[in-house]
């Protein structure tokens, strides 16, 4: 974020507080689970020069200039804010913040289904490659005696299915799946639904970034991807620039000097903006779970 958004927000909170919000818990929140984890950048005059959207919000309100030539320099981002100023110019701002915000939370659940899912099968997979290495390495007497383990299993689960065995095991977890299906089924379909949906949210909520470019610019688009400082020959090798590496680094490491938007954070390492505050509070899980029971008692009292 800009430098004067953090500013507005320190200084106006207790004004946007209505008489039952806590306005100390929300400093203690904004202190320790948003600010730790933002970047305050001191953006640049000349950045998103020419361009449209920032010309129209230039001609409506100055004072969010920064944060249009920011959104529009690193492009493929969310600009969230209520500001019409920011807003009505197409393509910029995004009102409807919370839409945005639960999409990323689907996302992250999704992404730990599937993390979830994997496990057993990487278990597996890492289970089957060890004891293929200890079969290869182990004696012509072990090899015979586990090919002799191995036709007896197979001549045992031959045997379950020709005297019915398998189908009543079958019958018997049959009950089990099915109610796993209706326990856990309208969850996980909602749950990918509403990922879905967050795409198309993502798709039209995403600022396109400025067609003409500074340095300094290119610089900043990689640096926000990256989630440590970065240094300037890595810089320079994910921008491919024309020239030898060598050259494209001197050049990086001149604009990470002399723009103020950069910070060296260690030696040679460079990122975008500086961290907005100090060491990150975890996220209560009391509130994920709270979260997780709000948007899904919907769909469980569906179910029931």
Known sequence: MPRHVLVEV?????????????????????????????RIVDVPADWGAGDPRVEAVASRHQTDLPTARLAVALGTCFLLSEDRDLCDPPGLGFAAWLQVTHAAANETEVATIFFGASIPVNVTGEVVQAASRRIAAASPTAKW???????????????????????????????????IGEVYG??????????????????????????????????ARVLAFRGSPVLAEDIARE????????????????????????????????????????????LPFTEVVNYLDRVHKDTRRTAA
Do not use: Q
Not at 13 to 32: K, N, W
């Open 186 to 219: 309208p969850p996980l379909a909602e749950t990918f639904t509403r990922y879905e949906h967050g795409r198309v949210v993502f798709a039209r909520a995403a600022v396109r970034p400025a067609t003409a470019v500074t340095l300094a610019e290119r610089i």
């Open 239 to 282: 921008l491919g620039a024309p020239g030898n590496l060598r050259d494209r680094t001197r050049l990086v490491r001149a604009e990470l000097r002399g723009c103020g938007a950069f910070v060296e954070v260690s030696r040679g390492r460079w990122m975008l903006g500086e961290p907005g505050g100090g060491p990150a509070a975890p």
């Open 145 to 179: 005696a586990m090919l002799g383990a191995g036709l007896i299993l197979v001549a045992t689960g031959v045997w379950l299915v020709r005297s019915g065995g398998a189908g009543k095991l079958a019958g018997r977890t049959r009950p089990v799946v099915r109610h």
């Open 10 to 38: 320190e200084r106006d909170l207790p004004r946007r507080a209505r008489v039952t919000d806590d306005v100390e818990l929300a400093y203690r929140r904004l202190r320790t689970l948003y600010l730790p984890r933002a």
